[in-house]
C-alpha cells in the first residue's frame, strides 16, 4: 500500500492548481503522518509547475526534492512533469536527477570523525596555514563536491570564450546527447511484454 499526496492550491481565477512553499508543507507532513502508519509515501516531486525547464520548474523542484530529502517522503513521482503533468520535458528530468542528487548529498550530511578530520594536523598549520597539502585534502578533494555532467565550473572568461552560454542551453544540449546516445536495456522487449500483458489482464 502507497499513500500518494499532491496537496495544491486552486486558483478559481484560472481555474488552475499551483504549488506554492505551504503546499511543500503539507506534502511533508503527510509523509510524518504515513510514516507514523508505517505506509510508504509518495510526494509532489514539483509535479505541475514551470512551463518546461525553466525558471519556474526549477525553483519549485529545488524546495521540493531537497526539503522531500531532509524530510520523511519516499516516492518522488511525475518527475519531468510541467503544466499539470500533461507535458513531459525530457530536458526537466534531466535536470531533476541533477537536483536530486544534490539535495540527496545535502541531505546526508558528514561526519566529524577522523575520516574527515584531523585536529592534529590543523593544530599543525596554525592560523593563516593552508591545507591544500594536507594528508586530508589529497584523499578526499576529488569526492569533495559533486561534479555536474551538464554545468562546468566557468570563471567569467571561460564562459564569454564559450560564447557565454545560456544554462537552459547547456541542459538541452546534454538531454538531447542521452536521448541520441543511450541504448535500452537487454531486458527491454522482456519488461514491454509483462507490463502489455499485466494491462491486458485489468
Not at 526539503?67 to 535536470?95: D, E, H, I, R
Request: proline share 5%; net charge negative; charged share 20%.
Amino acid at each position: 500500500m502507497i499513500l500518494g499526496s499532491l496537496p495544491a492550491f486552486f486558483d478559481m481565477k484560472t481555474m488552475q492548481d499551483f504549488y506554492d512553499p505551504h503546499t511543500i508543507l503539507m506534502n511533508l507532513a503527510c509523509a510524518e503522518m504515513m510514516a507514523y502508519y508505517r505506509i510508504p509515501h509518495a510526494g509532489t516531486s514539483g509535479s505541475g509547475a514551470g512551463w518546461g525547464a525553466d525558471l519556474l520548474g526549477g525553483g519549485l523542484l529545488w524546495i521540493n526534492h531537497l526539503t522531500s530529502c531532509m524530510g520523511k517522503v519516499g516516492l518522488v513521482p511525475f518527475v519531468g512533469g510541467n503544466l499539470g503533468s500533461k507535458v513531459f520535458s525530457p530536458a526537466l528530468a534531466v535536470y531533476s536527477n541533477e537536483i536530486i542528487g544534490q539535495a540527496r548529498r545535502l541531505a546526508k550530511g558528514f561526519s566529524l570523525n577522523s575520516d574527515w578530520l584531523d585536529l592534529e594536523e590543523i593544530e599543525r598549520k596554525g592560523p593563516g596555514g593552508n591545507f591544500l597539502d594536507a594528508k586530508l585534502t589529497i584523499k578526499l578533494f576529488r569526492e569533495a563536491y559533486l561534479e555536474s555532467d551538464i554545468f562546468p565550473h566557468l570563471s567569467l572568461e571561460k564562459w564569454e570564450t564559450r560564447g557565454q552560454p545560456h544554462a537552459e542551453q547547456l541542459l538541452r544540449e546534454y538531454t538531447n546527447q542521452l536521448l541520441t546516445s543511450n541504448q535500452p536495456p537487454d531486458e527491454h522487449d522482456e519488461m514491454i511484454m509483462k507490463g502489455e500483458a499485466f494491462i491486458k489482464r485489468l
